[in-house]
């Protein structure tokens, strides 16, 4: 009895809970649960970014943690790339039709027509059993929305019937949908219908489809069919949007896949000193793609034809002005998970990584660790692989109310010791983190009746960071 009076109250603290005000953050994180300006998940995937004003605009998908049927397009704008606030659905659900309801809308984009100042979104437009899909416009006259859905976009009078879709606006102001497959389409002068098909397939597959230019060069980056699942991006290069296109191999290091991400655009960011280019991934958690997706973004290093992302930065800075790129310098105090303030329950197993590391761990959908810390931010890193699952943080004060909560996913098919969660800044004050397990994993099936995800249903700690 109670066990279950335990859990009603937990679940009922965190439905009642509303996040307080929070802090700045300080430099950009990947792979954890971002915040916006009302403590709520930022829920922005198959994401663009475009600048308007000295804001960066975010637009991405609205997830369920229980369907994947369309649930409108968000946005957000930032002055830093750290902190995000969120404006409006600038696409929602619309009553019927082809991104009405049980509908799939995914992949959305955002160009400003330079002929006609108008905002245009681009989106694959579907069944939910991918059977019907196009490539859909809306257009809104303020860079926020609300965004009005007008249908296909039309090539010869007939829609582009293809699904994972992107776009790139080139130096001169023209407009191009990028396709599965390479396929490149130029926009008419309003950027509301197709005028030309300039570069016909590629390749098979080559899905997640984005595009970056850089000294009159043109690279084209998509990854494999693997469903949700990461896998290894790469990339083309061309002197002419036409082509021909050169296959030049792997974003980053064979095997860690693409930092277990998939690519979906690629910021510019153009400061005083240096144009910096932000590799923007996603880091699907299905079935939870609400909850516990993440993001992956990362500065890409250009030197003539080669395109990489050659090492992990878990946080970094950029100054916008100067469009600079800096690693953290970390000042966190930094808890082994063999502390003896880390309070354990349930059955936890510690185990060596290597020489450096070691892990507390756990396959106990009852497990949970606890710590009490007075600071303002707090954060923990975890042994992600195979074998693992879906943990739930919750933060609460000394009143036992919930400040900050959040469902993470230490699935990983890379195996790699990572920062999984990191609460928002608080007002300084005294706090409790507990971890739980929840005894559930991302484990799914494609239409091919593949077998994708996790194995296990572990949740780990290596190490706890206190601000």
């Not at 957000?76 to 659900?93: C, G, H, I, M, T």
């Not at 130029?186 to 590629?202: C, F, G, H, P, T």
Request: glycine share 8%.
């Amino acid at each position: 009895m109670k066990k279950v009076v335990f859990w009603i109250v937990f679940f009922a603290n965190i439905i009642i809970s509303s996040a307080q005000k929070t802090g700045r953050m300080d430099a950009v994180y990947s792979g954890i649960p971002w915040f916006d300006q009302n403590g709520n998940i930022v829920s922005a995937h198959g994401a663009c970014i475009i600048k308007e004003k000295e804001k960066f605009y975010l637009f991405g998908e609205a997830h369920k943690d229980d369907s994947n049927a369309f649930a409108g397009f968000n946005c957000y704008s930032s002055e830093d790339l750290y902190n995000w606030k969120f404006e409006r659905q600038a696409l929602p659900v619309q009553e019927s039709g082809k991104l009405g309801p049980n509908r799939v809308g995914e992949r959305v984009k955002i160009m400003k027509c330079p002929k006609t100042d108008e905002f245009i979104m681009y989106m694959h437009a579907d069944s939910l059993t991918y059977k019907d899909q196009f490539t859909g416009y809306a257009v809104s006259k303020n860079v926020e929305g609300p965004y009005t859905f007008k249908g296909p976009l039309l090539f010869e009078g007939k829609p582009v019937k293809k699904w994972d879709m992107g776009t790139f606006q080139d130096d001169d102001g023209s407009g191009y949908i990028l396709i599965h497959g390479g396929e490149i389409y130029r926009l008419s002068d309003d950027y509301k219908s197709i005028a030309e098909k300039v570069n016909e397939n590629i390749t098979t597959g080559f899905e997640s489809p984005t595009m970056l230019k850089k000294d009159n060069l043109y690279y084209f980056i998509g990854s494999h069919l693997t469903s949700w699942e990461r896998n290894d991006n790469y990339y083309y290069t061309s002197n002419s949007i036409k082509g021909p296109w050169e296959a030049r191999g792997l974003i980053a290091p064979e095997g860690t896949l693409t930092w277990n991400s998939q690519s979906t655009f690629v910021l510019p960011v153009k400061g005083t000193k240096t144009t910096t280019y932000i590799f923007m991934g996603d880091r699907w958690s299905f079935p939870k793609q609400a909850s516990s997706a993440t993001y992956v973004w990362q500065p890409l290093t250009i030197s003539g034809t080669s395109l990489k992302i050659p090492e992990y930065q878990q946080s970094w800075q950029i100054d916008i002005p100067s469009g600079i790129v800096s690693v953290m310098v970390k000042s966190d105090n930094i808890l082994k998970n063999t502390d003896s303030r880390i309070k354990y329950s349930g059955d936890w197993k510690q185990e060596q990584i290597g020489n450096r590391l070691s892990e507390s761990r756990s396959n106990d959908k009852n497990a949970s660790f606890s710590i009490e810390f007075k600071g303002q931010q707090i954060g923990f890193s975890s042994f992600t692989g195979i074998e693992n699952g879906y943990a739930r943080i919750v933060v609460t004060d000394k009143k036992g109310k919930t400040v900050n909560a959040a469902t993470v996913d230490m699935y990983s098919k890379s195996p790699m010791e990572t920062m999984v969660y990191k609460s928002p800044v608080l007002k300084k004050d005294t706090y409790v983190l507990s971890v739980y397990g929840t005894g559930e994993r991302p484990n799914w099936s494609d239409k091919r009746k593949s077998n994708y995800g996790s194995t296990g249903n572990y949740i780990s700690v290596t190490q706890i960071s206190i601000r």
